[in-house]
């Protein structure tokens, strides 16, 4: 480390479960951080100025007005634009640390495309908001022995759990299958914003242990609710020998072939999973423009027709606004883009 690493971490440096040796592995290190929404903003920012070496931040959405109130990385003009998260997250981090080598990817987590996303990653963080995502993180960390970190927060209620393969229990042993029935999301129980500093934060305080290799990660589960004032932690659960992650080591998320649309039901929109289909986005507009309102940049194009509003990106993916309903999402994908 130089004399300007030594200024600028000496903070850190200070402090005994990190130390020198601890600030020369968190340079060295790669964190991975999937959805740079509410949490993933936050594990962003913190672990670029902590001193991470290198950050993978992995999105598929894009900045909008609703998000500004908890999602500390974005201002008025990426809405304004309409930016991608990790793009938007990435032009911001360049300016908290222009040595940090951060890489913004825009793009959905799948089977297909987990392996490349998440490879080498000395940690994962989990910014995203539903199940399958975090399953498909749960079975390729297991599978690879990387620890990664659970976090979800709604309403004013939150809940961390860091999962060290083959020494905590993962997600799978705790969630064997997803949560049934309709569950509360930010898109329709609203969120506040400390929560979600505070979940970010057990998360990437357990981020920082793992990379230093500093301090004890236990994969307790901590639960809080800021509005209600209660923080309870319970003790790890056991790991479940009979799991089909980290038990029997089958890792059913890593098989599915393809996804079918995911429903983002409380936005009311659906996303078309279409990634075999590269789309010239400027020609795509010049296309457009007779139909309906059209706004693009090189990252992606909005276009707003009848009541649905689509966003669509250089990969094909899309997300159909006013409509719950995939085959409905699928017709409007169709008529403007084909089928
Ligand atoms: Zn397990």
Partial sequence: MDAAGRERYSRQILFPGIGERGQEALLASHAVVV???ALGSFHAAALVRAGVGRITLIDRDFVEPSN?????????SDAAEGLPKAIAAERRLRAVNSSAPVRGVVADLTAANVSDLLDGAGVILDGTDNFDARYLINDFAVSQGTPWIYGAAVGSYGLEMAVLPGRTACLRCVYPEPPSGVQPTCDTAGVIGPIVAAIASLQVADALKILTGGGPVCGRI??????????????????????????????????????????????NSVQIHERERAVDLTELKTR???LGEVRANEFVLRFRADQYEMTIFPDGRAIVKGTSDPGVARGVYARYLGS
Avoid: I, K
């Avoid at 500004?68 to 008025?76: S, T, V």
């Avoid at 932690?233 to 393809?258: H, I, K, T, W, Y």
């Fill in 222 to 267: 901590t639960t809080m609710d800021l509005w209600a004032g209660t923080v309870r932690q319970v003790d790890p659960p056991d790991r479940d020998q009979d799991c089909v992650a980290c038990g029997r080591r089958e890792f059913p998320a890593l098989n599915e072939s393809r996804r079918t649309p995911v429903t983002l039901c409380g936005r």
């Fill in 68 to 76: 500004l109130h908890r999602q500390w990385l974005f201002e008025e």
């Fill in 35 to 37: 959805g740079c929404g």
């Fill in 288 to 290: 457009l423009e007779p």
